[in-house]
């Protein structure tokens, strides 16, 4: 799930509500991830506060494992083509999939009771390091449990799995919304 990490531990100043859906609008329609802010209040916290501030507008889905992953939010895309994204080629601030928020957060998967990596699982990437995650998300497609002990999940589709299913590397996520469910 490889991505730049940092050594500065972010910790958000959102206090998360517990009612928070994200909404994200793409190229190929919408999805709605109950966020689940008691098992990952820092994910949860963290990625309410990138979507309220536009981060995620305009960035792709760099990376489509068939049967496994589509993944997201790395702001090295936000300046390339849907076609070099797709093809993996550099761009003018680096490779797909390398970049992030200029911080990291601390994991929750040790200790979110619900890190079940289900079918439509929201997620965040890490690199090697644990406390790595910074923007970069993905949606399971499928079950992935072998990912359970390893990367912190902290939403689930409600609405959407369609579209999750149709997305490919180069699609663009045209914005990301936090509502109050």
């Known amino acids: 799930m490889g991505l730049c990490g940092n050594n500065a531990l972010h910790t958000p100043s959102y206090t998360p509500t517990g009612a928070e859906v994200a909404v994200f609008r793409t190229s190929k329609g919408e999805i709605r991830a109950r966020l689940d802010a008691e098992g990952a209040p820092i994910h949860v916290a963290n990625f309410c506060e990138l979507a309220s501030a536009g981060f995620y507008d305009g960035l792709k889905f760099h990376r489509y494992v068939p049967g496994f992953v589509i993944q997201g939010g790395c702001p090295t895309t936000r300046a390339m083509s849907c076609e070099d994204v797709a093809a993996g080629r550099p761009g003018p601030d680096g490779m797909p999939g390398t970049g992030g928020?200029?911080?990291?957060?601390?994991?929750?998967?040790?200790?979110?009771?619900?890190?079940?990596?289900?079918?439509?699982?929201?997620?965040?990437?890490?690199?090697?390091?644990?406390?790595?995650?910074?923007?970069?998300?993905?949606?399971?497609l499928g079950p992935q449990h072998a990912l359970d002990l390893g990367y912190t999940v902290f939403g689930q589709t409600i609405a959407g799995l369609d579209v999750i299913s149709r997305l490919r590397a180069g699609d663009v996520i045209e914005s990301v919304r936090i509502e109050q469910a």
């Open 101 to 140: 928020p200029g911080y990291s957060i601390r994991q929750e998967f040790s200790t979110n009771p619900r890190n079940s990596h289900d079918d439509g699982a929201l997620a965040m990437a890490r690199s090697q390091d644990p406390d790595s995650a910074g923007s970069q998300f993905y949606f399971c």
